[in-house]
């Protein structure tokens, strides 16, 4: 079933039900932000959205959208698709970003940045390590490839970013040697994996269980690579790669986002391929690392530039994923962007 026939079939109470409860659901959940995130000591909002590559084409037509955009959390994740350059190959699948992209990405609410991915070393690595560098000065913190993590001091926590890819040479999503046993960590430390993982293409919504491959590449077995993470004492994976949304996972108290799809993204081709469903997900951690609840805000992605979605299609696609695709039972999607656990509405 195409995602766009999961989102028509989807159960639906009478619009005046619908309505109320969801009205209801809004002012609860809000009570509930808003005990979490007075208290500093009790955990800590992540919130997460997919691809971004800023070009001087959306620039040039898209900026005042773009600086529309609002993201917050206490930290802000994407992964960076390519690299900064003035001189960008003729080839256009060598991802270079626009050099006012950080200021850019820095005025969305982006404060943490992933550089492991197929296409950092496009323009090889020297181009690779002086953009890591130029970001790292613009204040983002950057997790690159084959790194033990970057850390980040958030409220009571130390939090580490460790970034894998399936083209790294080290951190390979595709070798389950890759992760130890345990990654040792600290008294109070929590622990985010970035994955860039999984096929990619317009059917790639679902999680196979198996290799996953993109022609003949192989891009990993994304569910026994998020298992062995969380085994090995990850609290959050946050996946990317297939360029689509994908459904959520609760696995031993930790949350695994299969795909976060694409947000601010231009790529070859993107003017052609009509609007699409994309979203950013803010994820409530408890001080251990355990889910405690997400808001998932949907997005209208029109020729590369995320667009607030009233209709919420992210979100009811990720649920449908969810709960079809994935099979999980312990979360409720009541609406409004709400996913909490059951027993917790």
Not at 65 to 75: F, Q, V
Not at 93 to 119: E, V
Not at 133 to 153: H, M, Q
Request: proline share 4%; with cysteine.
């Amino acid at each position: 079933m195409f995602a766009t026939d999961m989102i028509r079939n989807r159960p639906f109470f009478s619009r005046c039900c619908q309505r109320a409860v969801l009205a209801l659901g809004a002012v609860l959940f809000s009570s509930l932000q808003a005990v979490s995130q007075a208290n500093g000591q009790d955990g800590i909002t992540v919130t997460a959205v997919g691809d971004v590559r800023i070009t001087d084409r959306m620039i040039g037509i898209q900026l005042n959208e773009l600086h529309k955009i609002r993201l917050r959390g206490d930290l802000v994740f994407a992964n960076f698709e390519g690299v900064i350059s003035e001189h960008p190959s003729s080839d256009p699948w060598k991802f270079a970003a626009d050099p006012n992209s950080g200021a850019i990405l820095s005025a969305m609410g982006i404060n943490f940045l992933g550089m492991a991915n197929n296409h950092v070393l496009d323009l090889g690595e020297e181009a690779y390590r002086a953009t890591a560098e130029k970001l790292r000065r613009e204040g983002f913190l950057v997790s690159g490839i084959d790194e033990n993590g970057t850390v980040a001091r958030i409220r009571s926590h130390e939090v580490r970013v460790i970034s894998y890819s399936f083209t790294s040479p080290r951190n390979n999503v595709t070798d389950s040697s890759s992760v130890p046993t345990s990654f040792g960590k600290k008294a109070g430390e929590i622990l985010i994996i970035s994955a860039h993982m999984g096929g990619e293409d317009h059917t790639s919504h679902t999680v196979p269980g198996a290799m996953e491959y993109f022609g003949p590449e192989q891009r990993g077995d994304v569910m026994a690579f998020s298992h062995r993470c969380i085994n090995a004492g990850a609290d959050l994976v946050l996946g990317h790669g297939p360029h689509v949304p994908r459904g959520i996972e609760l696995y031993k108290g930790k949350l695994i986002v299969y795909s976060l799809g694409n947000f601010a993204f231009d790529y070859p081709g993107v003017s052609t391929r009509g609007n699409a469903p994309g979203y950013s997900i803010s994820v409530r951690l408890e001080g251990n690392g355990d889910f405690r609840w997400a808001r998932i805000d949907s997005y209208e992605l029109r020729s590369g530039l995320p667009v607030k979605d009233r209709s919420a299609n992210a979100y009811w696609l990720v649920r449908d994923l969810t709960l079809g695709n994935l099979k999980q039972t312990a979360f409720s999607f009541s609406g409004d962007g709400r996913v909490v656990l059951k027993g917790r509405e």
